[in-house]
């Protein structure tokens, strides 16, 4: 399997994980008597990812979409070491895909991603 294939499949299985790991509970209509907006039930899986990874992971998130009804993928991207700063700041990834080791290495041994 090609490298790129590999990054895909890893990251869909990411993806699936992130957002089986965001689901709520099923929220019953809004109190004013109407039902619930879908974007206010679709579940959000925050992606922060190595700008290198733009093409493959915008395609990777739209297939996505497409499979897991209910579930939206926000992609933030930008250099490693800028996102692995905005993580370990507190911004809300549930996905990091860095384009090198050291920056996950870093953010793990704090203890902020698992």
């Known amino acids: 399997m090609s490298h790129a294939r ?3 499949a890893a990251v869909t299985l990411l993806l699936a994980w992130a957002a089986w790991g965001c689901a709520e509970p099923s929220r019953p209509a809004s109190s004013a008597g109407g039902p619930a907006s879908a974007a206010a039930e679709a ?16 395609s990777v998130a739209q297939g996505f979409e497409r499979s897991a009804p ?8 930008a ?6 700063l905005q993580i370990a ?15 996950l290495a870093a953010l793990a041994a704090s203890g902020q991603v698992s």
């Open 6 to 8: 590999s990054l895909c």
């Open 79 to 84: 250099g490693s070491q800028v996102l692995r």
């Open 70 to 77: 209910g579930v939206r993928v926000r992609l933030t991207f």
């Open 43 to 58: 579940q959000v899986v925050q992606v922060y990812a190595a700008s290198s990874l733009t093409e493959a992971l915008r």
């Open 89 to 103: 700041q507190g911004a809300p990834a549930h996905v990091f895909a860095s384009a090198n080791r050291a920056h």
